[in-house]
């Protein structure tokens, strides 16, 4: 049985929930782009953060962060680095593992090699965690199935408006 929410906790999700209510700006899950009076990008994402700050941040809530370089360098492919991640993008994996109740791990970040865009790891809106049962299973029941990304990965598009793309061997989590 799950164990129920400390206030804090609460109170955080429900921050974070009515944080991510606003209108997304450019290239949005719909495709709209951004208008003239959106909101600047950073109001919904946050801030940016040190690799040393995010990564105490989810330690802190029991998601190690592991690399096959074993290395947090944001120049090396072989690292994983949390260096210019969004305080959103923070928020959203703790989201999840408390939402979940599962074990998260990330597996990739900010470093160099992942797709180019915008919304890219590189530029801080994007995790990987390694695809566990629990977790594939708790984003399948409780997100919106959108359809297959052109690479051939299922997405999922949670309350809030990210997306999470089942890749070969990990998930791919956009948070706006």
Same mark, same amino acid.
């Not at 049962?133 to 997100?143: D, E, G, K, L, P």
């Given at each position: 049985?799950?164990?129920?929410?400390?206030?804090?906790?609460?109170?955080?999700?429900?921050? /974070?929930? @009515?944080?991510?209510?606003?209108? %997304?700006?450019? =290239? +949005?899950?719909?495709? #709209?782009?951004?208008?003239? !009076?959106?909101?600047? /990008?950073? @109001?919904?994402?946050?801030?940016? %953060?040190?690799? =040393? +700050?995010?990564?105490? #941040?989810?330690?802190?809530? !029991?998601?190690?962060?592991?690399?096959?370089?074993?290395?947090?360098?944001?120049?090396? =492919?072989?690292?994983?680095?949390?260096?210019?991640?969004?305080?959103?993008?923070?928020?959203?994996?703790?989201?999840?593992?408390?939402?979940?109740?599962?074990?998260?791990?990330?597996?990739?970040?900010?470093?160099?090699?992942?797709?180019?865009?915008?919304?890219?790891?590189?530029?801080?809106?994007?995790?990987?965690?390694?695809?566990?049962?629990?977790?594939?299973?708790?984003?399948?029941?409780?997100?919106?199935?959108?359809?297959?990304?052109?690479?051939?990965?299922?997405?999922?598009?949670?309350?809030?408006?990210?997306?999470?793309?089942?890749?070969?061997?990990?998930?791919?989590?956009?948070?706006?």
């Amino acid at each position: 049985m799950p164990q129920p929410l400390q206030a804090a906790t609460l109170l955080a999700l429900l921050t /974070l929930a @009515a944080c991510r209510s606003v209108p %997304l700006p450019e =290239a +949005t899950p719909t495709g #709209r782009a951004q208008q003239d !009076g959106d909101a600047p /990008l950073t @109001a919904q994402s946050g801030t940016r %953060l040190s690799d =040393a +700050t995010a990564r105490s #941040r989810v330690t802190a809530a !029991g998601i190690p962060v592991v690399s096959s370089g074993n290395c947090s360098v944001r120049s090396n =492919a072989s690292c994983t680095s949390l260096e210019q991640i969004y305080s959103g993008t923070i928020d959203g994996i703790i989201t999840l593992k408390q939402a979940s109740g599962c074990a998260v791990n990330i597996t990739g970040g900010t470093e160099v090699g992942h797709a180019s865009g915008t919304y890219s790891h590189y530029n801080g809106y994007k995790v990987d965690t390694s695809i566990t049962t629990c977790v594939s299973n708790y984003i399948t029941a409780n997100f919106t199935y959108i359809g297959v990304r052109g690479d051939g990965a299922p997405q999922y598009r949670s309350a809030a408006g990210n997306i999470y793309a089942r890749e070969s061997n990990h998930w791919d989590i956009l948070y706006y």
